[in-house]
């Protein structure tokens, strides 16, 4: 990476693993820029527990040894330029806006820091990898794959309680091959003039699965009791049932600084750190899984496909 060449990554300020899609996805954009990547999820992140925290690194390893402070230079300058060395580490209250934030713009900035605060996918960034460059012609899961494991480590305080999660639940590690399922509340998809009920094509797939591949448990991980309850009544009496123990709780969202009595609506924020080190082990424990089904709308799910290689018949997201 060149020296003076940064791109600040800054929470994109939706789900765990929405935040991570956005953050890999300018992990690529450092790479065919040449640039060093910092990321840092300050005060404007949803997880936030004081200004001189990382919330990043409540759930990830650092991705390397730089750290925000060196984006701070006031002979520096920024790109987008609403950006100073006073304000670079604030939250800008307008950038869904998306003022000054258009990808080719980004990449081609020859500003000393590029501020990345909005999302793009990865299929929007590809385009521009040069043909020169190593990453060139890969699709974009290979490209997912290739950031997911260069960069994307897991703290290990959460994958030690997800083993713990197996040592409670010895089947899980014992009893194989093991079919894992994410199902969510809001099941409902509106596309191409249909309204459907994403949920309701689960159990045909689970039936499938577990039929075609001789599974011997199915572990459910779920954000609604309902469904608890649902797969207890349609699949406990065949003892193949592994219920994920964290607490079943709707994404909640941000809330946005305009909003009346802000500091004390932002600061339930940190409320979420451990039901999001939850979601973050329950998705370890899926991709430890023999077998997967999920939701293709699903940042979970979606993350789920991209931290190992499956086998095509071993995985399927519903759409």
């Given at each position: 990476?060149?020296?003076?060449?940064?791109?600040?990554?800054?929470?994109?300020?939706?789900?765990?693993?929405?935040?991570?899609?956005?953050?890999?996805g300018q992990l690529l954009i450092a790479e065919i820029t040449d640039r060093t990547p910092i990321?840092?999820?300050?005060?404007?992140?949803?997880?936030?527990?004081?200004?001189?925290?990382?919330?990043?690194?409540?759930?990830?390893?650092?991705?390397?040894?730089?750290?925000?402070?060196?984006?701070?230079?006031?002979?520096?300058?920024?790109?987008?330029?609403?950006?100073?060395?006073?304000?670079?580490?604030?939250?800008?209250?307008?950038?869904?806006?998306?003022?000054?934030?258009?990808?080719?713009?980004?990449?081609?900035?020859?500003?000393?820091?590029?501020?990345?605060?909005?999302?793009?996918?990865?299929?929007?960034?590809?385009?521009?990898?040069?043909?020169?460059?190593?990453?060139?012609?890969?699709?974009?899961?290979?490209?997912?794959?290739?950031?997911?494991?260069?960069?994307?480590?897991?703290?290990?305080?959460?994958?030690?309680?997800?083993?713990?999660?197996?040592?409670?639940?010895p089947q899980f590690r014992d009893e194989k091959p093991i079919l894992g399922v994410h199902i969510?509340?809001?099941?409902?998809?509106?596309?191409?003039?249909?309204?459907?009920?994403?949920?309701?094509?689960?159990?045909?797939?689970?039936?499938?699965?577990?039929?075609?591949?001789e599974c011997r448990h199915l572990f459910l991980i779920t954000d609604h009791y309902k469904f608890?309850?649902?797969?207890?009544?349609?699949?406990?009496?065949?003892?193949?049932?592994?219920?994920?123990?964290?607490?079943?709780?709707?994404?909640?969202?941000?809330?946005?600084?305009?909003?009346?009595?802000?500091?004390?609506?932002?600061?339930?924020?940190?409320?979420?750190?451990?039901?999001?080190?939850?979601?973050?082990?329950?998705?370890?424990?899926?991709?430890?899984?023999?077998?997967?089904?999920?939701?293709?709308?699903?940042?979970?799910?979606?993350?789920?496909?991209?931290?190992?290689?499956?086998?095509?018949?071993?995985?399927?997201?519903?759409?």
């Amino acid at each position: 990476m060149s020296i003076n060449r940064f791109l600040l990554i800054k929470p994109w300020g939706y789900s765990i693993w929405a935040d991570v899609d956005h953050v890999v996805g300018q992990l690529l954009i450092a790479e065919i820029t040449d640039r060093t990547p910092i990321v840092y999820w300050g005060m404007d992140s949803l997880y936030s527990e004081s200004v001189t925290k990382n919330s990043f690194e409540l759930f990830f390893e650092p991705i390397n040894e730089h750290m925000p402070h060196e984006a701070v230079r006031s002979d520096y300058s920024y790109y987008p330029p609403i950006w100073t060395s006073h304000t670079v580490l604030m939250e800008d209250p307008d950038k869904l806006k998306w003022e000054l934030r258009d990808l080719q713009d980004m990449i081609a900035s020859d500003a000393n820091v590029l501020v990345s605060d909005v999302y793009y996918h990865i299929g929007a960034i590809a385009p521009w990898i040069p043909e020169r460059h190593p990453l060139f012609g890969k699709t974009p899961h290979q490209l997912y794959r290739y950031l997911f494991d260069k960069y994307i480590k897991i703290q290990p305080s959460i994958i030690d309680e997800a083993k713990q999660f197996v040592y409670a639940n010895p089947q899980f590690r014992d009893e194989k091959p093991i079919l894992g399922v994410h199902i969510r509340a809001n099941g409902l998809v509106s596309e191409i003039g249909q309204i459907y009920n994403i949920n309701d094509y689960y159990h045909p797939n689970i039936w499938s699965f577990m039929s075609n591949f001789e599974c011997r448990h199915l572990f459910l991980i779920t954000d609604h009791y309902k469904f608890v309850r649902q797969f207890q009544k349609i699949y406990d009496k065949y003892e193949t049932l592994i219920v994920s123990d964290s607490r079943k709780a709707f994404f909640r969202g941000r809330v946005h600084p305009n909003r009346s009595n802000y500091p004390n609506k932002r600061h339930k924020g940190i409320e979420l750190i451990k039901d999001t080190s939850d979601i973050i082990k329950d998705t370890y424990l899926a991709v430890q899984c023999d077998y997967f089904i999920g939701n293709g709308y699903s940042s979970l799910s979606n993350t789920v496909l991209r931290m190992k290689d499956w086998p095509e018949k071993n995985i399927k997201l519903l759409y």
